[in-house]
């Protein structure tokens, strides 16, 4: 935090730079009660920082069955339910599937969310991740190809019948 803002204390008005360390104060507190709520019910996983500098928390339940991956910002109160969601299962000894991913898009949560999946794999010896595209995702199916593509997934689409499958293998 302290490079951040020295690196940009000649090219920032003083105000800016006060707004900026005043919001970045406000999200390390709600990070901290944010925190304090999830680990109730949830493993928490880590903080990251999304595209806009914000503060994140990144957390899984403590379930056998789903590996999801949940995210809860940290300029908002957590009230019990996530800003972002890969929403995976173990669909085998070898393979978590991926069944849906909800959220906003271009904030930088997938990516993040994504990461954190692909770590979980790893430490369990999971060597691959799949998931399929729907019909229900055609109207924006250019934009998770490019978000698969750019996360180490091999993506092939079907456009005549407007299907598609992804799958992630690590190099375990």
Known sequence: M?????????SKNPDVLKEELEDLEFQVFRMQDNLKEIAKKSKVLGVD???NEKLVIVYTPEDDQSCKIMLCDCETSYKGSWDFSIQATYADESTIHIGDIKGPANKGYGTICMD?????????????????????????????????????????????????????????
């Not at 302290?2 to 000649?10: R, S």
């Not at 250019?142 to 689409?157: A, C, Q, S």
């Open 2 to 10: 302290y490079k951040l803002l020295e690196a940009d204390h000649h």
């Open 49 to 51: 920082q999304a595209n």
């Open 116 to 172: 954190y999946l692909k770590e979980l794999a790893i430490e369990q010896n999971i060597p691959k991740i799949t998931g399929d595209i729907a019909e229900r995702d055609w109207d924006h199916v250019d934009r998770l190809v490019h978000f698969y593509e750019k996360n180490d997934f091999y993506v092939k689409v079907n456009d005549k019948d407007k299907s598609g499958e992804i799958i992630w293998i690590s190099n375990l």
